[in-house]
């Protein structure tokens, strides 16, 4: 007689989660620089002094900052002639936080970027999207 199919024991699968590279991860942020308009770019300047080439995807590596507003442009998070204001950055500070406490990429460049709103005059300004 043989024995049933039914009656064998599965082997747990083991199913290793597919996360992507950090090589993939930064080609992705690279992509998404193409979405940050003239303004982005030059907020990005002013807080974290790197220039982002205009209109193509950045060759090399670009900053936790540039790569969180590109991100939320390409997102939806951020709409297509949307600026970028004093608010919107403290959001993006406080969901960084509340995502990872005490590893807030952006934390470091929030000063400087605000203060350039400011210096610019965009900083009062009311955001009633964020």
Do not use: C, F
Not at 47 to 67: C, H, K, M, V
């Amino acid at each position: 007689m043989s024995v049933s199919r039914l009656n064998r024991t599965q082997q747990p699968s083991t199913v290793t989660p597919v996360r992507p590279s950090a090589r993939e991860r930064h080609q992705n942020a690279r992509d998404d620089a193409a979405s940050l308009t003239d303004r982005d770019r030059e907020l990005i300047y002013q807080a974290t002094g790197q220039r982002i080439g205009d209109g193509q995807p950045n060759a090399g590596w670009i900053n936790s900052l540039a790569a969180a507003i590109a991100a939320d442009r390409t997102g939806g998070r951020l709409a297509p002639g949307q600026e970028v204001t004093a608010a919107y950055l403290k959001d993006l500070s406080r969901r960084w936080d509340q995502a990872a406490p005490g590893r807030n990429p952006v934390a470091g460049y929030l000063e400087p970027a605000l203060r350039y709103l400011s210096q610019r005059g965009d900083g009062n300004r009311l955001d009633v999207s964020a």
